[in-house]
């Protein structure tokens, strides 16, 4: 089955520390990858995307993020947290040779940055 | 500015009642989704709709229908036969494969 893991619930980390994020995949074929957060309320924000080429994405809010082929993985990244980054992380997926607009998402991680 | 818009923000439903979630968008997207999001269970796929006039299921579309008689638009209605309807519901649409959802700011959904 096709899936999306986020392994932790909840990241902490301390203001003007690296903060990373991570995401793990199984789909067959090429994935579409894909970052989201959302804040209270509110509906998902896109982050970024790796679709091919470069394995290292630069996304929204000097978030970036690194596909790993062989360990099936696209972490998010940011080298230095802010206060304002304390959200909810959505990881998505969308395989390519799927012959449907489906996405699978992974159950969220919340980022907890502390001041 | 194109974007997606869900109303109404908060829906009250009665015993027995069934309520419709409105969603609609001016990105000129072909593919529309509906999401049911559950604290601690991120999102789940209620029903799709890639094209003017076809739907499909998603994941959890029990107690549930949708319509896509517009592009611009994909109402959901929550019938009586959802017995749990408590959520925050998240309209998204999207261009094509290779390309991001777009959601709106949803809609929170209570029983009264």
């Known amino acids: 089955a096709q899936s999306v893991a986020q392994p932790e619930d909840q990241v902490n980390v301390a203001e003007g520390n690296p903060l990373t994020v991570k995401c793990t995949y199984s789909?067959?074929?090429?994935?579409?990858l894909f970052w989201y957060v959302q804040y209270p309320n509110r509906g998902l924000q896109f982050l970024l995307k790796y679709i091919t080429g470069d394995n290292l994405v630069k996304g929204s809010y000097g978030f970036e993020a690194e596909f790993n082929k062989s360990q099936t993985s696209f972490h998010l990244k940011k080298p230095s947290a802010l206060v304002s980054d304390s959200a909810l992380y959505f990881c998505a997926v969308r395989p390519s040779t799927s012959g449907t607009y489906k996405y699978i998402f992974g159950t969220g991680t919340r980022l907890k940055v502390l001041a | 500015d194109g974007g997606i818009t869900q109303s109404p923000k908060y829906l009250f439903r009665k015993e027995g009642q069934n309520v419709t979630l409105s969603c609609e968008q001016n990105?000129?997207?072909?593919?529309m989704y509906w999401y049911r999001q559950d604290p601690g269970q991120g999102l789940r796929l209620i029903y799709y709709s890639q094209i003017v006039n076809d739907f499909q299921k998603g994941d959890i579309a029990e107690g549930y229908s949708v319509s896509r008689e517009k592009k611009e638009s994909f109402p959901l209605t929550v019938t009586s036969a959802q017995k749990n309807p408590t959520a925050f519901y998240l309209c998204?649409?999207?261009?094509?494969?290779?390309?991001?959802?777009?959601f709106g700011d949803g809609t929170r959904l209570s029983i009264l």
């Open positions: 990105l000129n997207h072909d593919a």
């Open positions: 789909v067959s074929g090429n994935p579409y």
């Open positions: 998204a649409s999207s261009p094509w494969m290779n390309q991001p959802q777009h």
